[in-house]
């Protein structure tokens, strides 16, 4: 078990791109999770669920695109900033 | 559409990243391999169930290598140091990494052993994985190889079950043969069938601990890792060609 181990890492690279991007809060999260990655997509989602609680990213869901081979990739994140 | 008050309105904006979500793991793995390969020191990140027979493999090998090289492992386990003390008794120079609830070693945790062991003069260090077929396989720790230990009692099916560790394995000992005779329904043969399903460049090697069967086979096979781990280490000592 450890998608929390891994959801942790994609947290802080999640808010490390929402900081240096100045948003105000992470609107959708997008990974990329390969069959041999030894990764449970069903488990991630759960453990995503778990840590964007009361955090940046509490809204944002967690979209995975499946794919062959051992990626384990954060693809994309859509932000939302403020006009200034 | 809000141009009054000044609270501005929110943008989405897509960022595209394309980045590996380990990839700090991967960095800290880089550093490792980096400094292993600067000591021309071979490292294996030795796999495989709890009970497959990790610790008594490398205690095989300490016995077979003693004065023909210099050993060292880190053992990872969830608590306990009882397999350093065991590798300590064979004559490794061992330290445990504790782990506490965490099911496989990181980078890190591999970094951070190294900072409280003398490593730099050892010709092998094994790092003796927390015992799992899923997670371990997932990190990267710096080793120039990946040894899955399967035991003969732990089923035939077992690569079939757990592709990913074996997929990332470059060689899988079968280890405990010497409990054969009392498995008459396991077959070797339909064990090395599977890993072959699931091993994309397969190499396994039959041994046992105990009578030391093999065990000589398993020394040839790291004795010829050493000239790519000395290929590297002479690649990063030539400057490159300007």
Redesign the interface.
Known sequence: ??EY??VQ??Y??VVA?AAS?H???V?EVH?RIGE????DVGLLETAWKTFRVRTICEAAPLEVSRVAG?D????????????? | MCDSCGCGDTNLVPIDVQQRILSDNDRTAAHNRHHFVERALLAINVMGSPGAGKTAVLEATARALHGRRLIGALAGDLATDHDARRLEAAGIRASSITTGSACHLDAAMVHHALHHMPWSDLDYLFVENVGNLVCPAVYDLGQAANVVVLSVTEGEDKPLKYPVMFHKADLVLISKIDLLPALPDISVDRIEESVRRVMPDPRVIVVSARTGAGIDEWLAWLAGQEPRVAASHTAMATPPAS
Not at chain 1, 36 to 39: A, H, I, K, N
Not at chain 1, 72 to 84: C, Q, S
């Open positions: 078990m450890h181990s891994i890492a994609l802080d690279t791109q991007n948003a105000t809060r609107h990974v041999l990655s030894g990764v051992d384990l990739v954060l693809e994309r994140v859509v932000l939302e900033v403020r006009d200034v």
